[in-house]
């Protein structure tokens, strides 16, 4: 790679403008992409993506596919709650 030849210091500065901008953009994609990715690590998050490969995997799946939503649903949040009772002793 050849480096370049600047004619003036408004040339250099313009060119460390632009990496500076391409460098916050990069960092902003990192930051959004860790949100993202914490974001689908919840317990509910991965307990319907198992259930959705394995109900893909069964020929009944489609009444696997509308009752596992609903029960998820209303059961992942009572389990939640239990367990942040259970560690606070009440």
């Given amino acids: 790679m050849e480096a370049k030849k600047y004619s003036s210091y408004a040339q250099i500065d313009r060119e460390l403008e632009i990496l500076q901008i391409e460098k916050e953009i ?46 998820l649903n209303k059961a992942v949040p009572f389990i939640k709650n239990w367990f942040a009772k259970r560690k606070r002793g009440v």
């Avoid at 992409?33 to 069964?58: C, H, M, R, W």
Wanted: aromatic share 14%; glycine share 6%.
């Fill in 26 to 71: 990069s960092y902003q994609k990192l930051v959004f992409g860790v949100k993202k990715t914490k974001e689908s690590f919840t317990p509910q998050n991965i307990v319907s993506d198992l259930i959705g490969s394995y109900s893909a995997a069964i020929p009944y799946g489609a009444i696997v596919s509308t009752a596992v939503p609903f029960i």
